[in-house]
């Protein structure tokens, strides 16, 4: 069983996703059909576990923090739902304790 069966994240895991396809396409571990499908299949499965995300608090927050505006989408996501970050960014393991946590120790909870 899942730990958690509901995963979130923000509308730009799908810009990150397509990127990681072409990628294998490109290295033709992925032929161009297999490609369309794996892009179904996310996006089915992602399907109202997505969120559009207020750009004045990833603005701030980016601003504040000293993180990209990428990086600061997850950490606002994560604070408003108010559910952990599961990461392997050190960079916001060490800046957002309160929200971020490795994916080793998210699970030994």
Known sequence: MLREP???SPTLWRNEFRNAVVKCLRGRVLELGMAHRIMAAAEML???REF???SDDV???AASSGCSAYDAEFVVLARDLHAPLVTT???LLKKFPEIAVAPEAYLAR
């Open 46 to 48: 992602m399907s109202g």
């Open 59 to 61: 603005i701030e927050l």
């Open 89 to 91: 960014d050190k960079e």
């Open 52 to 54: 559009d995300i207020v």
């Open 6 to 8: 509901d995963w979130v």
